[in-house]
């Protein structure tokens, strides 16, 4: 189910994100929807998300060192970070990407 | 859930670690859960890998190592200083999986381990894994930090395995050695279909490693702890005493080195049995210790001598007095003396050591002189039970043995040998002192020999600057004559019999 454009041709600047997913497992149904809402919210026009089903493709999030469903790795901007859950707290979320908080906001 | 249907048999996997077998009596349950609980440094990690290299050695069972807590690259090279061939090894048969938890990673919201058993799945499923090693599970698991998502995930990843046939090796940390003090995973011994617990004591300064079986579902298995140690070829655990191997008898006798004394027992020793000679300090032990290994040397026989607390150098030298002359043995490699202290180590690792010192002589005799000082470190049980798998370990070698202990009291009916052993040699001679008439003379009494007929007198045991010798039993109201009322007694008897012969001459006949 990758149904997004490869992460090359992302427009410079733009946030880019991989998420390893179980495809149809609870936790990472919602990770996806989050993750769009969340990249909707703060960078509507500037993002991409590259989406690995890991049942699809289990050993390439072994080899890639992803332990645990659902994990989102921020490609870019650098430096890479990676988030795991299924990203329903979002300030977390934010606070990680250096970005202000919903309160604030 | 992995509830066993009747009719399921619970097949075994061996471990290939000979105790670890014998106190599971069998090896893991095939296709389910083990876990091998410990405080840290206790061994868990070193027994997982060894179950997994000797897996896919021996019974060509790859497997899979997932490492949450120490770098997988550093805990294959740790297999490789217990000489496994790891790089060959991850070629084929075991694969590691790197899951350190990396730092800076963010945490939002619940996740599980779906990814990673789909990940283990494809992979299990490349390499033909039978056997699938979760380190440190307790790092994964602290991951989730809610109690009720920590058990639904272990229960998770238990399922799985039963799905997938995999025999499941977990291994967690327990504080103070103790499974009930692990309130936060108190689970998962529940959880698993055998459960062992490892830890590490320190007795008179010395650590001490034991190994103990808690939980074994569907199965019998030994319930006392047994000691085990981390070698130069990895686990090794004790056995759980209780198996008495079955020993070749040898029909061929072979010298003790005194004359006098293979006559005591009825013609010398049986090859491939043991004796056990006792005696409060000073009494002579190590004299025939040495006289038997030079008895060894020169039929030709490879020998090793081990001596606890006492350095070759002056054994040697107390030997030369008494002209028992090792040194050209020791130059052309027939002999070897190992000099041991005995408190550097715990009676497990000295056994160990034994053990590997046996392997590169391949000698046909040994002497261990004293036995006792096994005790010294570690407490008695411990060394006992090292002693008796000493004694086993020789007499399916088919090595005859001789062995010391001292002897603190001075009524040998009343055994007080350190570690009671007495029981379980094939031969056993004391030496005491006689006190009597103003003189202290060594006294030597065969207490038992197996399987012969032996003297059961007290005969007078003599060193001189010729050998060791026995003298001839002379009694007199009941009383063994010894000292000087034997010699009178002698002198009176030879100048009957014959001429007169100068005195002492009887001194040296077992020496010769």
């Keep these: ?105 | 859930m992995s509830v066993p249907k009747r009719g399921d048999v619970l097949h075994k996997l061996a471990s290939g670690i000979e105790g670890f077998d014998d106190i599971t009596m069998g090896g893991l349950p095939e296709g389910r859960t083990t876990l091998l609980m410990g405080g840290p440094g206790c061994g868990k990690t070193v027994l997982a890998l060894q179950i997994l290299v000797n897996g896919a050695l021996h019974l060509g069972a790859p497997g899979i190592f997932v490492a949450f807590e120490e770098n997988a690259r550093r805990v294959s090279a740790n297999g490789e200083t217990f000489g496994w061939n790891m790089d060959e090894l991850e070629k084929k048969e075991i694969y590691f999986v790197d899951a350190c938890i990396r730092p800076g990673v963010v945490r939002s919201g619940a996740f599980d381990v779906t990814g990673l058993l789909a990940g283990l799945e494809a992979k299990a499923r490349a390499i033909g894994a039978k056997t699938i090693v979760f380190d440190a599970i307790d790092v994964l698991l602290s991951m989730l930090d809610d109690p009720a998502a920590e058990c639904r995930e272990l229960y998770r990843i238990h399922e799985w395995l039963a799905r997938q046939q995999l025999t499941g090796i977990f291994t967690t940390k327990v504080e103070d050695n103790h499974p009930s003090t692990a309130q936060r995973y108190g689970f998962m011994p529940f959880m698993a279909d055998c459960a062992v617990l490892l830890s590490q004591r320190v007795t008179d300064r010395v650590a001490v490693r034991t190994i103990r079986v808690v939980k074994y579902r569907g199965s019998p298995h030994a319930l006392n702890e047994v000691p085990f140690v981390i070698g130069p070829a990895g686990v090794e655990v004790g056995s759980s005493n209780g198996v008495h191997p079955e020993s070749q008898p040898f029909d061929e006798r072979i010298s003790t080195g005194v004359e006098r004394v293979d006559d005591m027992i009825g013609g010398g020793l049986y090859r491939g049995t043991n004796i056990l000679i006792t005696g409060s300090s000073g009494a002579g032990k190590s004299m025939l210790a040495g006289k038997f290994i030079e008895a060894s040397c020169r039929r030709g026989e490879r020998a090793l001598f081990v001596s606890f607390d006492e350095n070759s150098r002056d054994i040697t030298r107390d030997l030369a007095t008494i002209s028992i002359n090792l040194a050209p043995h020791l130059g052309s490699g027939l002999l070897r003396m190992e000099a041991i202290r005995s408190e550097a180590a715990s009676s497990e690792e000295h056994f160990m050591r034994v053990k590997r010192l046996i392997a590169e002589q391949e000698p046909r005799c040994i002497a261990v002189d004293p036995i006792s000082a096994l005790s010294r470190v570690g407490g008695g049980l411990a060394a006992r039970a090292v002693a008796e798998r000493l004694i086993y370990l020789c007499r399916n070698a088919g090595i005859t043995l001789l062995f010391t202990s001292l002897l603190e009291g001075v009524d040998p009916h009343l055994e007080t040998t350190t570690l009671h052993i007495s029981t379980i040699a094939d031969s056993w001679m004391q030496i005491s002192y006689a006190l009597l008439h103003g003189e202290r003379n060594r006294a030597l009494s065969i207490i038992k020999s197996r399987g012969s007929k032996h003297s059961t007198q007290l005969r007078e045991l003599i060193f001189g600057d010729t050998g060791i010798s026995v003298a001839d039993p002379y009694t007199a109201g009941g009383e063994v004559l010894m000292g000087t009322l034997r010699m009178e007694k002698e002198n009176a008897v030879h100048s009957e019999s014959r001429r007169p012969v100068s005195a002492g001459t009887n001194h040296e006949e077992g020496g010769k």
Excluded: W
């Design chain 1, 1 to 105: 189910m990758n149904e997004s454009v490869p992460t090359g041709d992302a427009p410079k600047g733009a946030y880019v994100f991989r998420l390893y997913l179980a495809d149809g497992a609870p936790n990472s149904v919602r990770a996806l929807a989050n993750l769009y809402a969340i990249c909707r919210r703060h960078f509507p026009d500037s993002h991409h998300i590259e989406i690995i089903d890991v049942l699809k493709d289990p050993l390439r999030a072994l080899e890639e060192g992803i332990l645990v469903t659902p994990t989102v790795v921020k490609v870019s901007p650098e430096p890479e970070l990676q988030i795991i859950g299924n990203l329903s707290d979002e300030d977390e979320v934010l606070r990680a990407l250096g970005l202000p908080q919903r309160e604030m906001a």
